[in-house]
C-alpha cells in the first residue's frame, strides 16, 4: 500500500516537532527514517500509525484519506523498542491478540488461530516457543515475537520503531539481515525508526534523512552518501571534514591559499562558503610548489587496513580539525606536515 | 526469578548480598514479631483453650455468634468488593490524569487512615441517618442506609478506600503505555485493552488491595458502632460481641470469638497468598 504524508505539522506545546514535512512511501517499499535524537523521525513514525494526530496536514493510505482514522482502524503493523509484549500472556497469545480482539463476525475460529499463530512462529523462527511468556525469552526472541504480533493482523504497513535499539551489536546485526530477507519474502511496505546510520544504509531501498522536524534528504543509500545536498547530511552521514572557504575566479581558496580545485556546477560559483570531503577521499602532494591544503599533524592512529591523521590546518593561534586518511607507509609523525588535496568534495554556501 | 530459578528445588537460607547482616536483621524481625504479635494471639488462644471443647462448641454454634461473624465478614466482603471497583477508578483518575485539584483528591484519599474512626462513625451516622442529609434522600427510594447492615457496609467502604487505592496505584504508574500502544495497533478497542491487557496486570495490586481492605474491614469497631444500630441477630459485629462479652466479664466466651475470627481471617488471607503466588508463578513475572 502508497503511504503519503502531505505537509504535516505536529506540535507539541506549541513547540513544533514537526514542521511542513512530505514524503511519499512506495508499496512494498523498504524505508528508514533516519535523524539524530529529536530529529521528529518517530513522531512521523507515530502520526503514520495513527498514535498521534496532525496539527496540520493529510495522511493518506493508498488514495483514501487516513488522517481523521483511529489507530485500530489504520490496520498498522507497529513494532515498539521495548517491544510492548503482553508479559501475562504467552507467546501464542500475543501472536493471537490482534485476531481475537476482532469482533465475532470477522473473528477467525480457534482452529484457525491456532494455524495462524503456527505460521507466524515458524516465519519469525521460534517455532516450539508459544508456551513461554515473553520474559522467558531473550531480547531478540522478543523482538521477534512482537514482529510476528504486528504480522497476524495482515497489516497494511508495517511500522517499526527503532526494532533493534535494545539489542546488542551481534543480535541486531543478525536481525538486521533476517529482517531484509523478510521483507523481501513478505513484500510489506515498511518503514522503520533508527539513529543508526549503519543499519538504514545497509538496509532500506530509501532512507529518509531527517533533522529539526524537516527532512534534509531522501535517496537510496548511494544518493545520500555520495551525492548529500546539504551540509547536515553530509555531516550526519559517515565521516567528514569540513573547512570554511571562498571561491573567487574560479578556484576555492582557504584562508586566501588557492586548493588546487575548481568548483563545478554543482558548486557555488563565488563567495564564502564550506567544502566538505570524506577522510578517503585525498591525494597526498608531494610538489611543494603546488596548490594544496597543508596541515600538521596533531595525532595520527592505525585504524584496521588504514592510517588516520589528525590535522591542524590554518592560522596556528585557531586551527580548524581535519581527518584524513593516509598511505599506511606514510610517516605521519606527529608535527610533521602534510600537503593534500580532496578528490571528491562539494561546497555549500554558507 | 533469576537467581532464585537456578537455587529451586533446594532450599537456600541466605545468599550472598553487598549488605550484611542476614542473622542480625532476621533475629530482630522473629523478636519483634513474636513481642508484638504472636505473644498476644497466643495468648488469646490459650485463654480460650481455658474452655473445654463442649463449651467452645456452644459459643461457636450460638446463633447470635454466628449472626455477629456472618455479619462481619459479609459486610467486610462486600464493602471491600465495592472497594476494589471504585478504589481502582479513583487510582486510574489520579495516576492518568492531569487536573486541577489533583494533589487535593491525591491527599483525600488518605482522610480515612487519619481520621479518628470513632469520628467518621459518628459522621456517617449523622449522614445516613433516616433524617440527615443523604439519609433523607435515600428514604425517599425507600433505601435505609443507617442502623442495618448497609451502613456497616458504608462505614467500612470509608475505612477500607485507601488501602485500594494506594496499593493499586504504585503498579498503575509503572504500567507501560507502549503496551496499550499496542493493543490499539493491534485492533483492541478501549474496553478490550482495559479487560485483556490492564485489568491482568494490575490484579494482583488489585487482590492484595482487596486483601488489605477486608482485613481492615473484618477488624473494624470504632467507625461501625455508631452506624449499625448494634441490633443483635441483625447488625451486630463480632469485634462488639466481643466487647460485650468482656463487659459481661465472660473472659472466656470473647476470647473464643476472637480466636474464631483469627482463625478465619488467618484462613482468608492465606487463601489470598497462595492465589498471588500461583498467578505469579503462572504469568511468570515478578522476578
Known amino acids: 500500500m502508497d503511504v503519503s504524508v502531505k505537509n504535516i505539522r505536529k506540535e507539541f506545546d506549541r513547540y513544533p516537532a514537526l514542521n511542513d514535512v512530505s514524503l511519499d512511501i512506495r508499496s512494498g517499499e523498504l524505508i528508514a527514517l533516519l535523524g539524530p535524537s529529536g530529529s521528529g523521525k518517530t513522531t512521523l513514525l507515530r502520526l503514520i500509525a495513527g498514535l498521534e494526530q496532525p496539527t496540520l496536514g493529510k495522511i493518506y493510505f493508498g488514495a483514501e484519506d487516513a488522517s481523521h482514522r483511529t489507530v485500530q482502524e489504520r490496520h498498522v503493523g507497529f513494532v515498539f523498542q ?10 501464542a497469545d500475543n501472536i493471537a491478540f490482534g485476531l481475537t480482539v476482532r469482533p ?4 477467525p475460529d480457534k482452529a484457525e488461530i491456532r494455524r495462524r499463530v503456527g505460521e507466524l512462529l515458524e516465519m519469525v523462527q521460534l517455532s516450539g516457543l508459544e508456551k513461554r511468556y515473553p520474559n522467558q525469552l531473550s531480547g531478540g526472541q522478543r523482538q521477534r515475537v512482537a514482529l510476528a504480533r504486528a504480522m497476524a493482523i495482515e497489516p497494511k504497513v508495517l511500522l517499526l520503531d527503532e526494532p533493534f535499539g535494545a539489542l546488542d551489536a551481534k543480535v541486531r546485526k543478525e536481525l538486521r539481515r533476517w529482517l531484509r530477507e523478510f521483507h523481501d519474502r513478505t513484500g510489506h511496505t515498511t518503514v522503520f525508526v533508527t539513529h543508526d546510520q549503519e543499519e538504514a544504509l545497509e538496509l532500506a531501498d530509501r532512507v529518509v534523512v531527517m533533522s529539526q522536524g524537516a527532512i534534509e534528504q531522501v535517496g537510496s543509500s548511494d544518493d545520500v552518501y555520495d551525492r548529500p545536498n546539504s551540509p547536515f547530511v553530509f555531516s550526519f552521514i559517515g565521516d567528514s571534514a569540513s573547512l570554511p572557504i571562498r571561491v573567487a575566479d574560479g578556484a576555492v581558496h582557504f584562508q586566501d591559499t588557492p ?11 563565488s563567495g564564502a562558503g564550506t567544502l566538505f570531503f570524506r577522510p578517503q577521499d585525498v591525494v597526498l602532494i608531494e610538489d611543494p610548489a603546488a596548490p594544496a591544503l597543508e596541515g600538521r599533524v596533531a595525532t595520527s592512529r592505525r585504524l584496521a587496513g588504514t592510517r588516520i591523521a589528525d590535522l591542524d590546518i590554518g592560522k596556528p593561534g585557531a586551527p580548524h580539525h581535519v581527518e584524513i586518511e593516509v598511505p599506511l607507509e606514510a610517516t605521519a609523525a606527529t608535527g610533521t606536515a602534510i600537503r593534500f588535496r580532496p578528490t571528491r568534495w562539494k561546497t555549500f554556501a554558507e | 526469578m533469576t537467581t532464585s530459578a537456578a537455587a529451586s528445588g533446594r532450599w537456600r537460607l541466605r545468599q550472598p548480598s553487598v ?11 522473629l523478636a519483634y514479631l513474636t513481642l508484638i504479635i504472636l505473644i498476644p494471639l497466643a495468648g488469646l488462644v490459650w485463654r480460650s483453650a481455658g474452655l473445654s471443647g463442649a463449651e467452645f462448641l456452644a459459643i461457636l454454634s450460638d446463633q447470635r455468634t454466628l449472626n455477629a461473624l456472618k455479619v462481619s465478614f459479609g459486610t467486610a466482603f462486600i464493602a471491600a468488593l465495592v472497594n476494589v471497583v471504585f478504589g481502582v477508578i479513583v487510582a486510574w483518575v489520579i495516576v492518568r490524569y492531569e487536573f486541577p485539584g489533583r494533589r487535593i483528591v491525591d491527599a483525600i484519599v488518605d482522610l480515612p487512615f487519619a481520621l479518628p474512626t470513632a469520628v467518621a462513625g ?17 428514604n425517599l427510594f425507600g ?55 490492564l485489568l491482568p496486570g494490575l490484579s494482583p495490586a488489585i487482590l492484595t488491595g ?15 458502632i455508631f452506624i ?9 459485629i463480632a469485634p462488639l460481641l466481643i466487647v460485650i462479652r468482656l463487659e459481661e466479664f465472660n473472659y472466656g466466651a470473647a476470647a473464643a470469638i476472637a480466636t474464631i475470627m483469627l482463625g478465619l481471617s488467618f484462613a482468608m488471607l492465606l487463601f489470598i497468598n497462595l492465589v498471588q503466588a500461583w498467578n505469579r508463578r503462572r504469568y511468570g513475572h515478578g522476578a
Open chain 2, 210 to 224: 482487596f486483601a488489605l481492605a477486608f482485613a481492615r474491614g473484618v477488624g473494624e469497631y470504632g467507625s461501625v
Open chain 1, 104 to 107: 465475532r463476525g470477522e473473528r
Open chain 2, 228 to 236: 449499625a444500630g448494634n441490633i443483635p441477630y441483625v447488625s451486630e
Open chain 2, 122 to 138: 459518628i459522621s456517617l451516622a449523622a449522614l445516613y441517618a433516616p433524617n440527615g442529609w443523604i439519609g433523607q434522600i435515600l
Open chain 1, 259 to 269: 586548493l588546487g580545485i575548481t568548483p563545478r556546477a554543482s558548486d557555488i560559483a
Open chain 2, 19 to 29: 549488605i550484611p547482616g542476614f542473622g542480625l536483621t532476621l533475629g530482630f524481625s
Open chain 1, 82 to 91: 521495548h517491544y510492548a509484549l503482553f508479559r501475562h500472556m504467552t507467546v
Open chain 2, 143 to 197: 433505601i435505609k442506609a443507617a442502623f442495618n447492615p448497609t451502613g456497616i457496609v458504608i462505614a467500612l467502604v470509608f475505612i477500607g478506600l485507601p488501602f485500594v487505592v494506594r496499593t493499586v496505584q504504585p503498579i498503575m504508574e509503572e504500567i507501560d503505555r507502549e503496551v496499550e500502544e499496542a493493543a490499539a495497533t493491534l485492533g483492541a478497542g478501549r474496553f478490550q485493552t482495559i479487560s485483556r491487557i
